[in-house]
């Protein structure tokens, strides 16, 4: 058997990275491990670099972006970085000095132009990097433990120092003063630092959360491989929340421990390479800090009272209902939104077979970094009405480089061309490439209703909020703006055409972070139609001490967003098989 993990098992390194897929309690295990070191008496900061941040939540109190000291636990300060906040500080220090000189014109244009989610990603890594490089930080603290964004975006963090890096190499002329890029002059020197930080094992290790299922160790896997490529091996491997025992004479337990186990067997051959740990499941929401603690002592307090039925969550609607709704009223564009790991990809594929299975021609797409719909519908035959598709973004950034490369040769001179195909070495590139093309999968719904698993909420909200913002950008880099993106906002607003289906499960931090989703989608005149509970054992029979007293804790949140949050609400019990494949699918639609 894999040993527990106990923070004492980490290398004595400065620097901590937490890292996996959404959902995969990355914030509860570097928090945990804070709480320990804090604990055996060193001066522990623990930085949150996730759009989605819910530190916050764990240790029940608001931070900013400067390390604050957690109460109850001596030597331990913690702090997020919140890319917003980031990005109004980085655009102000390089709009700023140029106020009261140049005409309000070009100041506005300026801000114009640094007002994108490409400036927003900037400015978070810088901020980033100012703390892993920083000597006063570093010679204060004897750990910064940081607690990533959800892979794909982490991928994309840590790759940003190599890729501004070549950029800033390789361009003869510098980063233009009026764009996003006209703060990174200066910043060859730090990058080179942080990469070195970040490869470096005496300094920094890179801890890997997953899960004990096959979905969540695949994506560790393509993690791990990913992260040795850009020079960070020193990696290790916990896989938390597994059932340490089960009731032989329990199904659901029986069912629920056996499926940990195959999955574990199944464990990608360069994952057995690193060193392995395991967490106990435990059936209590990681928040406060005796929690905390309690996640490396033995587990005996568990509920074993009966639990009766909860009437809110028996007289929801289920997926069925909603899907019914979808195809009567000819909903055109859904989404599915929340936090990373809740089950969107499940939702948004079985609201997509369900419409199929209606008749309806549909296309389901996702611009998650991780994208899991190859792995929903594997070996799996589909219906003709049903087609899938992925926002790749290699593939469309090569697509919109050649695009505006070939409108514009014929006009530009040899000199005008060469900085045109620099300028487009930007990693800004990326973000308008893959901006347009989801607005052009929307545009769809006007042959098919459009169904897309959309990435975990931080970055949903920074695609979406940057939809004007890009209006400009897409202007001055090719010189006009595609019709589907004129229309893209429009549509999004317009809930005859389009549909929010947030997803969470009944647990605290999905139902907050779903909670803060729906108020900042609701400050875009957004307003989500369905909240999807996924994944209740509350319904569940069980004798399972454990399982039982999980079902109990999911009470409060089931009744809170059926009576307060939820427009609409369907409830997805647990089920003893993982549903992939389009037959499989349709299950959740009984």
């Not at 923070?7 to 995969?24: D, E, Q, S």
């Not at 901020?127 to 930080?137: G, S």
């Not at 999807?532 to 089931?558: C, F, M, R, Y």
């Amino acid at each position: 058997m894999t040993e527990l993990y106990r923070p004492n098992n980490l290398p004595a390194v400065p620097y901590l990275f937490f890292t996996g897929k959404g959902g995969v309690g990355k914030t509860s295990v570097a928090s945990a491990t804070a709480v320990y070191l804090a604990d055996q008496g060193k001066k522990v900061l623990i930085v949150s670099t996730d759009p989605a941040s819910n530190l916050q939540d764990v240790f029940e109190t608001d931070l900013t972006d400067k390390p604050k000291q957690i109460q109850g636990v001596s030597n331990l300060y913690a702090l997020n970085l919140d890319p917003e906040t980031a990005a109004s500080s980085y655009r102000e220090k390089v709009v700023g000095p140029y106020r009261g000189k140049l005409p309000s014109a070009v100041i506005a244009q300026m801000e114009e132009q640094m007002s994108g989610a490409c400036t927003t990603e900037i400015a978070a890594f810088d901020e980033f990097t100012n703390i892993l490089i920083n000597k006063e930080i570093s010679g204060e603290f004897d750990h910064i433990l940081f607690d990533t964004a959800p892979t794909g975006h982490t991928l994309r963090l840590l790759q940003l120092p190599s890729a501004w890096g070549k950029y800033l190499k390789e361009s003869t002329r510098g980063a233009s003063c009026l764009g996003p890029l006209s703060g990174l002059v200066d910043k060859k020197t730090s990058y080179s630092e942080a990469v070195k930080a970040l490869s470096d094992q005496e300094k920094t290790t890179l801890i890997l959360v997953a899960r004990p299922d096959t979905a969540s160790l695949i994506e560790a896997d393509r993690a791990a491989g990913e992260l040795k490529e850009i020079g960070i091996r020193n990696q290790l491997l916990i896989i938390n929340g597994v059932l340490q025992s089960k009731w032989n004479d329990d199904e659901v337990s029986s069912t629920f421990y056996n499926r940990q186990r195959e999955a574990l067997k199944k464990i990608p051959s360069s994952l057995e390479q690193i060193m392995n740990y395991q967490l106990p499941f435990v059936p209590y929401s990681l928040t406060g800090i005796q929690r905390l603690r309690n996640l490396f002592l033995p587990q005996t307090d568990y509920l074993e009272d009966d639990i009766p039925n909860d009437e809110a969550a028996f007289n929801m609607h289920g997926l069925a209902e909603m899907v019914e709704r979808f195809s009567a009223q000819n909903t055109r564009v859904i989404f599915t939104m929340g936090k990373g790991g809740v089950g969107k990809t499940t939702v948004a594929s079985a609201i997509a077979v369900g419409l199929a299975e209606k008749g309806h021609s549909v296309h389901l797409t996702t611009t998650d970094p991780a994208a899991h719909l190859d792995y929903m519908f594997s070996n799996s035959k589909m219906k003709d009405t049903l087609t899938i598709s992925r926002i790749h973004p290699e593939t469309e950034v090569q697509k919109y480089k050649s695009e505006v490369i070939s409108k514009s040769e014929k006009e530009l001179d040899e000199e005008s061309l060469a900085y045109l195909e620099e300028d487009l070495s930007s990693p800004c590139t990326e973000e308008i490439a893959v901006f347009r093309a989801f607005a052009d999968v929307v545009d769809r719904s006007e042959q098919d209703i459009v169904i897309i698993d959309t990435a975990p909420t931080g970055h949903t909200l920074l695609l979406l909020d940057a939809t004007e913002a890009y209006h400009r950008e897409m202007e001055r880099a090719s010189g006009e703006v595609p019709d589907s993106v004129k229309k893209l906002l429009p549509r999004l607003r317009n809930h005859k055409e389009t549909a929010v289906v947030i997803v969470t499960l009944p647990e605290a931090t999905p139902v907050f972070e779903a909670n803060r989703l729906q108020a900042d989608l609701k400050r875009a005149s957004i307003v989500p139609q369905w909240w999807v509970i996924n994944q209740s054992l509350l319904a569940a029979e069980t004798k399972d001490p454990i399982l039982k007293s999980k079902a109990h804790s999911e009470k409060q949140w089931i009744q809170r967003v059926y009576t307060e949050l939820g427009q609409n609400t369907a409830i997805i019990p647990w089920m003893e098989d993982e549903k992939i494949g389009y037959n499989k699918l349709l299950e959740y639609l009984v």
